[in-house]
């Protein structure tokens, strides 16, 4: 199990190999619950998250289609979907500052087999820090926050169609930011052939 | 065809409102090159994912998600557990309200790990105070492996299924077991979350029991339950 791919794993998945979930899990389990964590800022919550992440894994795998990415995306849009859902539904949680460290937290090293995140992570970061200060609010705001555009529009007062063409924009920064380090996102977020 | 490039980008960050989530879906059902477009955005999107602090989950999380795994259609076989007796006479019942309160607390980790899901499923359909409404008059009870059952005052219960698809030729049904007998209360296919008006009242003592049966379901059972839950 070791040598196959993210595609393989899943595929695996689809058909009920228990196993491969379970390696599915540990390769992916940290990384989404960090990005729960980081949205909905709590930990019970975030591994909510994470669990109903995990049953759509093995109900849906089988339905996966292979040529709409990669698994790790799926993985992480659904993740970050159902994060987002529950975030706004917990108002509360907004209040807080985005850049509120959660400093109750330990930071874990990375898992061995996902040490390439480390170096990912600081690209991504780089990247990041590179956009315009509106594309990275936009970004921010939106992925980590939760917040829809019409409530982008009114807490930035610009109007609505302004958010849209920023949002578009600042997408399109990003990638371009990762690109000019080396990365293209969708054909490298797998971590089994990196 | 007047493409979507703009709502794509908000619709990676899910931050469409309804009526623009609406019309990027219908749009991307018949555009390839919108679809290839949504691959890239979403792969940037992930991109962010990567960007925060790793963290630790929790140990017992790690449980809790392969419990999901856990097989859930065995095969009518011997070490199934039948139907359980009913409870002991002279068990002492709360005392507040007509209803018998649940604890989960008592539950194992599944189930445990279940009863927070029918929690998340509710408060999808309502919004979160009209869902702890629910919640405080009706009683969430456990169908290990399966799901839960979430029981009203008035009798009326909601069967909440985490199963795979039933086999070919094959349905699930679901069964108020009063004392001995099975009352029939409905039958579904699975797969994914299916949630379940049971045709039949259950009243308190009641178990709600679910078994595999020919398509179109039984009037008896015909096969050991895969799940029984204790009494609602
Ligand atoms: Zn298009």
Redesign the pocket.
């Known amino acids: 199990m070791e040598h196959l791919s993210d595609h393989g794993l899943l595929a695996l998945v689809g058909r009920g190999d228990r196993e491969a979930f379970a390696r599915l899990y540990d390769m992916y389990g940290g990384a989404a619950y960090s990005l729960a964590l980081r949205i909905v800022r709590d930990r019970d919550l975030a591994a909510d998250v994470v669990q109903n992440t995990f049953l759509a894994i093995w109900t849906q795998a089988r339905t996966f289609d292979s040529s709409r990415g990669q698994p790790s995306t799926w993985i992480l849009t659904m993740t970050h979907h159902k994060a987002v859902d529950m975030v706004r539904r917990e108002e509360r949680r907004r209040a807080e500052p985005l850049d509120d460290a959660p400093a109750a937290l330990d930071p874990e090293p990375p898992v061995e087999h996902q040490a390439w995140l480390g170096v990912a992570r600081e690209q991504i970061a780089t990247a990041l820090a590179r956009l315009p200060d509106p594309h990275r609010e936009v970004i921010e705001l939106a992925y980590f926050a939760g917040y829809t555009q019409s409530e982008l529009a009114e807490r930035l007062a610009v109007p609505i169609g302004t958010v849209k063409s920023r949002t578009f924009a600042a997408m399109n920064a990003l990638r371009d930011a990762l690109a000019a380090l080396g990365m293209r996102p969708e054909d490298e977020w797998n971590t089994s052939t990196s | ?4 490039d703009e709502l794509i980008a908000g619709h990676a960050l899910r931050a469409l409102s309804s009526e623009d989530e609406e019309r990027v879906v219908v ?2 059902a018949e ?1 390839e ?2 679809r290839r ?1 949504l691959r890239e955005t979403e792969a940037v999107a992930a991109s962010l994912a990567y960007s925060v602090p790793q963290m630790a989950p929790p140990p017992e999380l790690r449980s809790r998600v392969l419990a999901i795994a856990e097989p859930v259609v065995a095969a009518p076989a011997a070490e199934a557990p039948a139907v359980e007796a009913p409870a002991r006479p002279g068990r002492p019942r709360p005392r507040h309200g007509w209803w018998p309160r649940v604890s989960l607390v008592a539950v194992p980790a599944m189930a445990l790990a279940l009863g927070a899901m029918v929690v998340w499923n509710v408060s999808l359909r309502n919004d979160l105070d009209s869902s702890r409404d629910d919640f405080a008059h009706g009683a969430a009870v456990a169908l290990p492996g399966v799901g839960n059952v979430v029981a009203q005052t008035d009798g009326n219960a909601t069967l909440f299924a985490h199963l795979r698809r039933a086999p070919a030729g094959k349905t699930y049904e679901a069964w108020v077991i009063r004392g001995t007998v099975a009352l029939p209360a409905g039958v579904f296919e699975g797969g994914g979350t299916v949630e379940l008006e049971l045709t039949q009242s259950a009243k308190p003592g009641d178990k709600i029991a679910v078994t595999v049966e020919p398509k179109g379901g039984s009037r008896k059972p015909t096969t050991t339950p895969i799940a029984t839950s204790r009494s609602v």
């Open positions: 065809m007047e493409h979507v749009h991307l555009c090159r919108c477009r």
